[in-house]
């Protein structure tokens, strides 16, 4: 499974060498239902001389077949902000005090500090343009969102015998951490974010769904089936971090869109990440791509596997990079409905992140052989740039 | 009556013959067994297993109350849970098992729906990985014994209700399996290794779990535990060759390695300075002396390299394979309120009492719970030896 941490599957690779994975994944963007029409316009009609059996499947799935209107509800409203656990009746009838006092945390985080610093370097610096408050809490969901990735795909996976009593009983620890009964000290550092921010559960239950998937499903039909995966363990993620980022309280969209286009700015990351990676994929014997659009342009898994780059398979690429572009546009026209101060990551890692689709063009669509890199260079050439797309007000005729 | 195992194995690896076959492991025991296990009994079976048919009661398995357990229990044969030294009769009290560990009879089909579900998609399962084979049997038993190897808050309960002797059995016939299991796979190898000679393949190196590492030196190739030695070996014979040289062929040979081809006498006489001072020739020495120093603090950083490469440390426990349980933060204990009367009547004379406290029921009182990710070894990648033997250390 390619996740938006760049976490490959069941491998030794060092995760952390990638550096070209950033923080994108966390960054959600506010976009108006017209201007989402409005790129899908510009997509059917950017290639004008494609015959249209050779235009890739725009749109995924309904967000209202993933309900993600109620997680949007259930993390807007202000009544549960401030949670608190002593209304926790088991922990009230035993008399048991929680402990969740300052040293213990203060040290959990800082070890969810270092494991985000060890593992995903380039992410790490961009936490370092939040502020404190917002960093700790991206540092625990980082941690929770890996140690869960690593059941599956750690390197000691094997030994875990990954069946679903392992991903159930992890569920079940994830709802005693939103029960205010953390088990370990991570649990508890995310226990703590939880009562600092409104986060529902319901992006966390997905991720978990979405490892269970990864066990048993390596290919996929359609771009359906696809957008589900994707949404599982990238979307969650944008809607993870949205209650984090804080939306801007001078924006006039409503928090509905804000949350799509955090979605559709996970859908981006996790496409790119499947274009990147079809290469080391396919040698541990996944294919991501939809079956069905394979057959669409006339390639079957047999190519994916062969390593060879045909002029199909370039038309192929240059129809999913569209579209994976398509994702990062959907999600880049509110990024300036976040809060002040979280834009500017946000736009860093989404500038950073389309740019490894550039890259792959760049390699001549060779994925199979190649791994898109985006040098250090280039990235802290996209810093500025993002401070000066951060810098921009939310466009007023903005419909909500 | 022998049942060898051995012979039987295929038929338990392959996926849909694990039930049946347990049918037919419990019925032959339970028909032919006598009370003190045979010296030809190649069976292997466990001191007293218990087959669980529901949650309040149980069927007891063991022939016998007195099955010695110098016979080794093959988990994979029987697919129970151990409670040792549960009594055969029902005059006992049953045990409660959580009920997410159970694997009962009446349901092989969960069991069955379960390997099905793993076997087929709609799509091609990927590659199983060489050093995981084993895995998915491995997988059989420990999944029909309903265990699931990550902790949760009421797993430490597991084995809560067995007796004192009960425990000390099961640790004693699960540590005999442990080396019989170690055993097995040093023999494994040994097969390994000769068929592949008369396959042909090319004389591997052993595989080792950990796979190289970079040396700590820039330009230098990396590091396995084969090359270590090249390494070693390297590293001497250059220290010795640099003071064979400076020592013994330097002066010997009388080499003007001063400027305009001097000697250092030479040089010394041209300054006028006491001919003592010559009688040590500065630059060999300095060469020499600096290069043996350079290369053995090379060798040292290398050698620490290796050291800690070889363990590479689980990054969330910083080695230890264990977290700091949250429920007590990592004190072990539990501090129980009272609500404290503050009237002021009788109660508010009296001083307060020190409050409760009570084990913590997550950890056990040991303060740590396990590390998800490295499995309790503490190394990213886990092997067998680790921390899981004395929790409470």
Not at chain 1, 301 to 320: H, L, P
Request: with cysteine.
């Amino acid at each position: 499974m390619c996740s938006v941490f760049s976490l490959k599957p069941c491998s030794n690779v060092a995760i952390s060498a990638d550096s070209s994975i950033t923080e994108s994944s966390w960054k959600r963007n506010c976009v108006s239902a017209t201007a989402r029409a409005q790129v899908i316009v510009n997509v059917t009609t950017a290639a004008p001389n494609k015959p249209s059996s050779l235009l890739l499947k725009q749109l995924g799935i309904p967000h209202s077949d993933l309900r993600v209107e109620e997680i949007v509800e259930r993390q807007s409203s202000h009544n549960e902000f401030y949670r608190s656990f002593s209304t926790d009746h088991e922990v009230m009838s035993r008399k048991i005090k929680p402990k969740l006092d300052g040293e213990f945390l203060d040290e959990s985080y800082e070890r969810c500090r270092e494991i985000c610093a060890e593992y995903a370097k380039t992410f790490y610096l961009g936490t370092r343009l939040m502020t404190e408050e917002r960093r700790k809490a991206i540092w625990a969901i980082y941690v929770w969102c890996r140690r869960t990735d690593e059941l599956v795909d750690g390197p000691n996976a094997d030994y875990m015998m990954t069946n679903s009593t392992v991903l159930n009983r992890w569920e079940e620890r994830l709802e005693d951490i939103f029960n205010g009964r953390p088990y370990d000290m991570f649990d508890a550092a995310l226990t703590h974010t939880i009562s600092q921010f409104p986060l529902d559960i319901k992006p966390f239950r997905d991720m978990v769904e979405g490892m269970r998937m990864d066990t048993w499903k390596s290919r996929y039909q359609n771009f359906e089936e696809l957008y589900l995966y994707c949404y599982y363990v990238a979307g969650t993620v944008g809607l993870m971090s949205v209650p984090v980022m804080g939306i801007s309280p001078t924006s006039s969209a409503s928090a509905q869109t804000i949350y799509d286009a955090a979605l559709y700015l996970g859908i981006g990351n996790q496409l790119t990440n499947i274009l990147r990676d079809v290469g080391e994929d396919a040698l541990r014997g996944r294919v991501y791509l939809p079956q069905e659009e394979l057959a669409q342009f006339g390639l079957s898994d047999r190519d994916v596997m062969s390593g060879k780059v045909t002029d199909g398979w370039r038309e192929f690429m240059k129809a999913q990079i569209t579209r994976a572009r398509s994702y990062f546009n959907l999600a880049e026209e509110g990024a300036s409905h976040l809060d002040d101060a979280s834009r500017w990551p946000v736009w860093t890692a989404l500038l950073v992140y389309r740019s490894i689709l550039d890259e792959i063009e760049k390699n001549d669509y060779d994925n199979l052989n190649k791994r898109a890199y985006v040098g250090k260079g280039k990235k802290l050439l996209m810093l500025p740039l993002a401070y000066t797309r951060a810098q921009s007000r939310p466009p007023t005729l903005l419909l909500p | 009556m022998v049942i060898n195992l051995v012979d039987l194995w295929p038929l338990v690896s392959s996926q849909h013959f694990a039930f049946p076959f347990l049918h037919l492991v419990a019925t032959s025991l339970l028909s032919s067994l006598t009370p003190y296990s045979e010296p030809n009994f190649l069976f292997y079976f466990a001191p007293r297993p218990i087959l669980l048919i529901n949650k309040s009661s149980r069927l007891c398995l063991q022939p016998s109350l007195f099955c010695r357990p110098k016979m080794v229990s093959l988990a994979r044969a029987l697919a129970v849970s151990y409670p040792a030294g549960c009594p055969c009769t029902n005059t006992h009290a049953p045990r409660r098992w959580s009920s997410a560990r159970l694997i009962t009879l009446k349901d092989p089909n969960s069991r069955l729906k379960w390997r099905s579900k793993a076997a087929d998609s709609d799509n091609t399962p990927p590659p199983p990985l060489p050093s995981t084979s084993a895995a998915p049997v491995d997988a059989a038993d420990s999944a029909a014994a309903g265990f699931c190897i990550i902790e949760g808050p009421e797993t430490v309960q597991d084995f809560d209700k067995m007796e004192l002797q009960e425990i000390q059995d099961n640790i004693r016939s699960r540590r005999n399996k442990i080396f019989l299991h170690m055993e097995e796979v040093r023999r494994l190898r040994i097969q390994q290794r000769i068929k592949s000679a008369e396959v042909g393949i090319s004389d591997q190196e052993p595989e080792s779990d950990l796979p190289d590492f970079p040396s700590f030196i820039p330009f230098l190739p990396p590091l396995t535990a084969a090359n270590l030695k090249v390494y070693y070996g390297t590293c001497f014979s250059l220290i010795s060759g640099i003071i064979i040289f400076g020592g013994l062929l330097a002066p010997t040979l009388e080499l003007k390695l001063g400027l305009g081809g001097t000697t250092y006498a030479d040089f010394i006489t041209s300054m006028h300075l006491p001919m003592q001072l010559s009688q040590v020739d500065p630059i060999v020495a300095s060469f020499s002396g600096g290069a043996v120093g350079v290369i053995s603090a090379l060798m040292v950083v290398e050698v620490n390299n290796v050291k800690q490469q070889e363990h590479k440390r689980c990054k969330y426990c910083i080695g230890t394979g264990y977290l700091a349980c949250a429920r007590c933060s990592n004190t072990g204990t539990l501090v129980l309120i009272e609500p404290v009367s503050t009237t002021v009547g009788s109660g508010g004379d009296k001083p307060l009492s020190a409050p409760k406290t009570e084990r913590c029921p997550n950890c056990s009182g040991s303060g740590k719970v396990m590390c998800p990710t490295c499995l309790c070894t503490g190394m990213a990648m886990a092997s067998e030896h680790d921390p899981r033997i004395d929790p409470f250390d």
